[in-house]
């Protein structure tokens, strides 16, 4: 049974969209977004807290694995879960090159209990996410701090404003064994 911070996390993050693609010609933009997909792929894990709304303050962590391509394309495939104490909760997501900008989902989709992903737009150490669910519109923006940090932040647009709603830390795991020469 999931706690209704989850369904609210799930649902936040469906609830967000908004920020159009910038474009910039396609051949320029793929070796900078496969670069920073290459960049980011592996395991990370960290804190995160939802900052507003009727469950802020509410804290959970992630463990979460990412893979650089789907099916050939430039993009990512996540894998993991996120936690609110005793109470798990599955987390996916894939998203894939569309013509200049990126198109794909959390979880199942904004026709189930995610959201989808409508325009994307890498830059040199982030990638700003475009999101829906019904009505619900809303950006992520995952941004790197050196090689082995990131932060996300969502956040839904009301009215004018784009309000941020969740906040996560990442970190990420590195292997700690020592490997060195035999002689």
Known sequence: ?????????????????????????????APRDRAFFEQVAGSWTGPG?????????TKFSCSLSGEATVDGKTG???????RVGLFSQPMSAVLAESGSSYKGQ?????SGKGLDII???????????GIN??????????RLEGDNAMNVTISVKVE????????????RNVDDIKVGAIK
Request: charged share 20%; proline share 4%; glycine share 10%.
């Open 133 to 142: 669910r019904s009505k619900l519109n809303g950006a992520m923006i995952a």
């Open 49 to 57: 807290e939802i900052v507003a709304g009727k469950y802020k303050g």
């Open 76 to 82: 990512l495939k996540l894998d993991g879960s996120c």
């Open 1 to 29: 049974m999931h706690t209704r911070p989850f369904f609210l996390f799930a649902g936040l993050a469906a609830a967000l969209t908004g920020i159009a693609a910038i474009s910039v010609p396609a051949a320029e933009a």
């Open 119 to 129: 325009s994307g737009r890498v830059n040199k150490d982030n990638v700003v996410l």
């Open 106 to 110: 959390f979880l199942d989709g904004a």
């Open 160 to 171: 004018d404003k784009m309000v941020p709603v969740i906040g996560m830390k990442l970190a």
